[in-house]
Nanobody, 124 residues
Framework: QVQLVESGGGSVQAGGSLRLACAFS????????MGWFRQTPGKEREGVAA???????SYADSVKSRFTISQDNAKNTVYLQLNSLKAEDTAMYYC??????????????????WGQGTQVTVSS
């Protein structure tokens, strides 16, 4: 079992920044993929960014150059830096984890574990 806890969401004005964190605990994978997703009511969940155990990253086109995913292995935490936020970035953001060597948003692998989410609200 893996436990994931997100934090760092909040309300900001357009153009602002936030940093989300996903702390993970429990069983560990030797090779893994960590992903950030977002979802708004009535819409499908969207993959935002992913990072693997080697630090290779993948981003959705809608957030490329604005969002950055990173990890701190010493703290068992994955971060998502959100810059130049837009109203359309408003969503519940979730982190997810899975084992293995494949890690990309194109296509998205099946993630085994999910956090509870953290809300990001961007006002224009």
């Amino acid at each position: 079992q893996v436990q994931l806890v997100e934090s760092g969401g909040g309300s900001v004005q357009a153009g602002g920044s936030l940093r989300l964190a996903c702390a993970f605990s429990g069983d560990t994978y030797s090779r893994y993929c960590m992903g950030w997703f977002r979802q708004t009511p009535g819409k499908e969940r969207e993959g935002v960014a992913a990072i693997d155990s080697d630090g290779s990253t993948s981003y959705a086109d809608s957030v490329k150059s604005r969002f950055t995913i990173s990890q701190d292995n010493a703290k068992n935490t994955v971060y998502l830096q959100l810059n130049s936020l837009k109203a359309e970035d408003t969503a519940m953001y979730y982190c997810a984890a899975t084992g293995g060597t494949y890690c990309s948003l194109y296509p998205i692998p099946d993630f085994d574990y999910w956090g509870q989410g953290t809300q990001v609200t961007v006002s224009s």
